[in-house]
């Protein structure tokens, strides 16, 4: 592993993991591949801007002509796909960006893979590729759909996707498996439960309660609240998809989860409780079409074959996370302004005045 290329690496885990890798490994270049759209942001990597080792690209991962021309240029020996439209209700509302996106962009990047590590590229029967590639496709637990109130979603839990982002992701990481059966491509499939952490935009649970929590404004909680999530840091998601890049088993999917489950309400509580704020703010609002009910991750596999465990307990991320967010109160500033206020009004029916439900 030495030339590697992230896609979506200016995003919430993107980035956390281009400063991980970075960090961990002195012998690697890295390019990151992002197209800045709204959850994009190269102030998450401000800090690399005069690192040699580090070229930001601005682009599509569904341009074939630039992504090839990408692979000529660097050599790249490793592709960490992080690149995807991820928010189920925006999947709701615009599904075909989703598909476009998190499966035609997928299909680019292993067909470029695929041309670019094969020994005998125009022989469709040869599986032989250069020493040490891989690809590593970044999913989530969505695919497995929704659990009851028992049981955990294992590598082999049928997929079956309740939203249009994660049938979208669910197709991508289908194609995947198919590029390394029929085509003998080195790949992975790494299945991460929700993270949370710096960096992450303020459209989702955590970031989002915290925001509004500071503002004084409703904190909008989906139908009664009583989901369940289980919860990463997203720097113990970096740490495991290093470790599968470096010693995963080719062809083979790994569950990574924090074994932290939390229903949505508890962490709104929590939040407030730690910003010592009114449980008063809460308002309950409409629950979204096809919301899963609970998700659980089973990481026995990673744990057992790569010796990863999450160091984290979620009460030390959670804390940690909300003292980021509290010191980088500018940061937050600059992205919940302009289009991000007007997707904020659609998404939770809200007027402009102080964010309250209409």
């Not at 599509?60 to 021309?69: A, K």
């Not at 509290?326 to 206020?341: F, K």
Request: proline share 4%; net charge negative; glycine share 6%.
């Amino acid at each position: 592993m030495k030339n590697i290329l992230v896609t979506g690496g200016a995003g919430f885990i993107g980035s956390n993991f281009v400063q991980y890798i970075l960090e961990e490994k002195d012998d690697v270049f890295l390019v990151n591949l992002d197209l800045l759209t709204y959850a994009g942001n190269l102030e998450n990597l401000k800090d690399l801007e005069t690192d040699t080792r580090y070229q930001f690209v601005k682009g599509d991962i569904r341009d074939r002509e630039l992504v090839s021309r990408l692979f000529d240029e660097y050599d790249f020996d490793t592709v960490v796909h992080f690149a995807a439209e991820s928010h189920v209700d925006r999947s709701i509302t615009d599904p075909e960006v989703f598909l476009t996106t998190n499966v035609l962009g997928t299909q680019v990047l292993l067909d470029a893979a695929k041309a670019h590590w094969k020994l005998e590229p125009d022989n469709k029967y040869s599986r032989e590729y250069r020493a040490g590639v891989r690809y590593l496709q970044v999913s989530t637990d969505e695919v497995y759909g929704a659990l009851g109130k028992t049981g955990m979603f294992t590598e082999a839990t049928p997929l079956s996707p309740n939203s249009p982002y994660s049938a979208s992701k669910a197709s991508a990481d289908l194609l995947v498996r198919a590029y390394y059966h029929t085509y003998g491509l080195p790949v992975n499939i790494t299945r991460c439960s929700n993270n949370y952490g710096p960096y992450q935009f303020p459209e989702k649970l955590i970031p989002l309660m915290i925001h509004n929590a500071q503002q004084d404004i409703p904190l909008p909680v989906y139908g009664d609240g009583m989901q369940i999530r289980d919860w990463l840091h997203v720097k113990d998601h970096c740490v495991a998809i290093l470790d599968t890049l470096e010693r995963g088993r080719l062809g083979e999917v790994y569950n990574i989860g924090g074994n932290h489950e939390k229903a949505n309400l508890e962490i709104v509580r929590l939040i407030l409780n730690e910003l010592q704020k009114p449980e008063s703010l809460i308002t309950y609002v409409q629950d979204r079409p096809g919301h899963d009910r609970r998700y659980a991750i089973d990481n026995t596999k990673i744990r057992s074959e790569l010796g990863w465990q999450p160091s984290y307990t979620f009460e030390q991320g959670i804390h940690e996370t909300i003292q980021w967010y509290l010191s980088n109160a500018e940061w937050v500033r600059r992205i919940t302004t302009g289009a991000y206020q007007e997707y904020y009004a659609k998404m939770y029916n809200v007027s402009e005045e102080k964010g309250k439900p209409t």
